[in-house]
């Protein structure tokens, strides 16, 4: 199955590390592609990369992102632009949260994982920039694993 992931959030002003960006990805993306998934890297404005990504696709324009996620069987994302397009599209996935709330940012047709809302920032509507970067707050990636082979199961 093909999958797209998303991983990051767009880069934070200060230069410090985006507290929506998920930290475990590495493990994600080995373990998926261990199982014999294709997982494709989306990136956009972040110079970061996952390794065991097949490929790592630039993305300039809205439409090109738009043929990817209609081609992709699901995808998975952090708090970022690609839930929102996906959603338009009526394509369904994964979305990994931290700090904020998937009751206001998120679609409830996704797989919305939150570690625990405790963890959600008293302040949803603030600049991220008042925020640090916390690898506590989010899920395992056994998690996110499961989640998305659920979706992959639901698919066959």
Not at 17 to 23: D, I, L, V
Not at 33 to 39: K, M, S
Not at 58 to 64: A, L, T
Request: aromatic residues 12%; negative net charge.
């Amino acid at each position: 199955m093909s999958i797209l992931i998303s991983p990051f959030s767009k880069p934070m002003r200060d230069g410090k590390e985006n507290p929506k960006n998920y930290p475990y990805w590495d493990e994600v993306v080995k373990t998926l592609v261990e199982r014999g998934h294709e997982v494709s890297q989306l990136q956009y404005g972040s110079e970061s990369t996952i390794p065991s990504c097949r490929e790592i696709v630039h993305y300039s324009s809205v439409q090109i992102v738009e043929m990817l996620v209609d081609e992709c069987d699901t995808y998975i994302a952090v708090d970022n632009f690609l839930q929102h397009l996906a959603h338009y599209r009526k394509k369904y996935g994964v979305v990994i949260w931290g700090k904020s709330d998937p009751a206001l940012f998120g679609y409830p047709e996704n797989t919305n994982l939150l570690k625990d809302p405790k963890f959600l920032r008293n302040h949803q509507f603030e600049t991220w920039e008042a925020e640090q970067f916390d690898p506590n707050v989010f899920v395992d990636p056994q998690i996110v694993i499961e989640a998305v082979e659920k979706i992959i199961v639901s698919k066959t």
